[in-house]
């Protein structure tokens, strides 16, 4: 019987895991994973890094697993020992492929048939790229880029030595891809999901976010969500799920938050690397614990909303950036797509990969649009249009500060950051750019969040730090400014320090998590856009009254409610109750209404 509603529960086996495992210590094991969190699904490798599982280890145990009414499926991960003697001058880190070389083609199709004959289904670890650049690789690629001759090459080693083989061997298997967690870097490893998902059954997702600050990797824990739902957004229906690890996980919480996002983005399964590893290991009983509170709040919950940010196949640039922005509560719905019928969108420099984007971006703003823009995204695109839309330019000037103020002369005030960021100096012309938030150097200031009007909408602007993972460390104040920004995705925002995620759902309900290693030491709130009457604790069904309320200059109504009682770590699930006018219909942003209807004290 599954554990959860909401999700799937599976333990990633590898050959070495399961080698010479008896049936009497893999009973004793399962026992554990069945205790502490569930296990609902295992997956399998026949084989990896050269060592191959004999076929009767093999049927044990399948036999064992469909015996306790586990789901099965296999796994393999491509790696290949060396072949012969030249193999040893091929700089292939950890045993990674050079999918030039004949013989190393022909041990894949080997690896590859002989787990499809076992499996009806099996999964590619994300060992599965190559930046191999022997003489062999050197000559086939001739003149094209590193990144056209290994996305060009992997699609072909998977079209051709993957899913033909495997086919072949077994005509009932699907093959999954898994995606590493690094997508800004696919392209330079043959990775290309805008064209793998049409080659492969499903997909999968890497979510191991691990310890930001030591990982070579440069994810920030927001990714174990927002790569799910690129994913997702990628193939919909067909990413089957979220694969994370313990490793590089100290604190342990580190390894939970990777859990606690994989589930919150609607993840259908969450697959835990590996076996051994987890066997008995501390991480475990918490997982259980705090899963199941996740399971009970997901079945109150609608599906993931949030502001599309339009991260084009092959692109880079500002790696992670919204990433970073979704971990100091903006929530984030990333997509290969154009959104163009979005109410709003965010665009990082990853953007300008696609060649017509600022055509794109002058037709949907002037359509009425809402585009939130990063300075970065700007930079780039000056000299190539935006000039249309934006009287903001660039002279390479820079300054470092850390006092703000909130829109000039009406700020009630200088607030200050702990640590002082350096900013890109964007100019731009009084009166026809409008500065929201500004940054004061000495008796100057120096615009943080820029308006332009364009047709029907508005262009915002705003403007990153160059190290933009100290972005946490900007004044709430400041920061509330940057979120009241993405309104039109999701009508509410946080009033709140940095180093606290958002995740919204479609039917009014939110989760807040203040990550453990940040700074969310203040006073939290949430400001709907539109009235609301109450906010409901789905944990314990207790609604709390508004704090304040007010109407706003253009008429709109807005509510505040304090969030009491948020620790670092602690995951706290909300609903909002909106208020009605007298038609019984909900009074949210763009209703227009008199101030009785909404609130009679007015």
């Known amino acids: 019987m599954e554990k959860y509603r909401n999700f799937k529960m599976a333990i ?17 094991q399962f026992a554990f994973f069945e205790k502490y969190c569930g296990c609902d699904k295992v997956y399998i490798e026949p084989y990896r890094d050269g060592l191959m599982l004999p076929e009767e280890q093999l049927d044990m145990l ?3 697993f469909t015996e306790k009414g586990i789901e099965i499926s296999g796994a393999l991960t491509t790696t290949c020992p060396d072949l012969c003697e030249e193999d040893a001058e091929k700089q292939r880190f ?24 076992h499996f009806d289904e099996f999964i590619i670890d994300d060992w599965f ?19 056209d001759f290994r996305t060009e090459q992997l699609a072909w080693v998977s079209e051709e030595l993957i899913m033909k083989t495997a086919k072949a061997a077994n005509p009932n298997c699907k093959v999954i891809i898994k995606y590493p967690n690094w997508s800004e870097a696919y392209q330079e490893s043959g990775y290309d999901p805008a064209s793998q998902r049409y080659i492969f059954d499903g997909i999968y997702s890497g979510t191991e976010t691990r310890n930001t600050r030591r990982s070579d990797q440069h994810l920030p824990k927001y990714n174990s969500y927002s790569i799910m739902r690129l994913m997702e957004n990628y193939a919909p229906g067909r990413n089957g799920g979220g694969w994370f690890d313990p490793y590089g996980c100290s604190p342990m919480e580190l390894y939970l938050e990777q859990a606690y996002l994989t589930a919150l983005s609607r993840g259908r399964e969450l697959c835990a690397f590996c076996w051994s590893s987890l066997y008995r290991n501390r991480v475990i009983t918490p997982l259980g614990l705090e899963l199941e509170k996740i399971d009970a709040m997901l079945d109150k919950m609608g599906g993931c909303i949030g502001v599309p940010c339009y991260l084009p196949p092959k692109s880079q640039g500002e790696d992670h950036l919204e990433d970073v922005l979704g ?30 984007i600022v055509t794109k971006l002058r037709d949907y703003v002037a359509g009425g649009g809402k585009a939130i823009v990063t300075s970065g995204f700007v930079l780039g695109a000056l000299g190539k249009g935006i000039e249309e839309i934006t009287s903001i330019r660039y002279r390479g000037r820079r300054f470092t500060t850390n006092e703000f103020i909130e829109d000039g002369m009406m700020s009630p005030g200088s607030v200050f950051s702990r640590e002082a960021m350096t900013f890109p100096l964007l100019e731009h012309r009084n009166n ?17 969040i820029l308006r332009d009007c364009y047709g029907k909408g ?28 993405f309104t039109d995705s999701v009508p509410y925002y946080l009033d709140s320090p940095g180093s606290i995620s ?27 856009v539109g009235a609301a009457v109450g906010l409901e604790d789905l944990q314990t069904g207790m609604v709390f009254p508004p704090e304040s309320t007010r109407i706003g200059r253009d008429g709109t109504p807005s509510t505040v409610f304090n969030i009491p009682m948020l620790q670092q770590g602690d995951l706290q699930f909300f609903r909002i109750k909106w208020a009605e006018n007298r038609w019984g219909e909900k009074i949210k942003v763009g209703f227009s209404s008199a101030p009785n209807d909404i609130f009679p004290e007015f």
């Open 12 to 28: 990633y086996c590898t050959a070495q895991n399961m080698n010479g495992l008896s049936e009497e210590a893999l009973a004793r």
């Open 62 to 64: 399948k036999r064992f």
């Open 94 to 117: 950890g045993g990674t492929y050079c999918y030039t070389n004949k013989a190393m083609q022909e041990y894949l199709v080997k690896t590859v048939a002989y787990t499809a004959r």
């Open 129 to 147: 790229f190559t930046y191999c650049t022997c003489d062999e690789c050197r000559e086939a690629k001739g003149d094209k880029s590193w990144e």
């Open 327 to 356: 971990m100091h509560g903006i929530p984030v719905e990333p997509t290969p797509d154009f959104p163009k019928d979005a109410p709003a969108m965010l665009l990082t420099i990853r953007a300008l990969k696609d060649p017509d």
């Open 432 to 448: 026809t750019t409008w500065a929201l938030a500004k940054a004061v150097c000495a008796d100057e200031n120096y615009p943080l």
């Open 458 to 485: 508005q262009m915002m602007t705003i403007v990153v730090p160059d190290e933009y993972g100290r972005m946490y460390e900007l004044p709430a104040d400041i920061l509330r400014v940057i979120r009241s920004q």
């Open 502 to 528: 958002l995740f919204a759902y479609e039917d009014d309900s939110f989760c807040l998590y203040p990550y453990v290693t940040g700074y969310n030491t203040g006073r939290n709130r949430v400001v709907t």
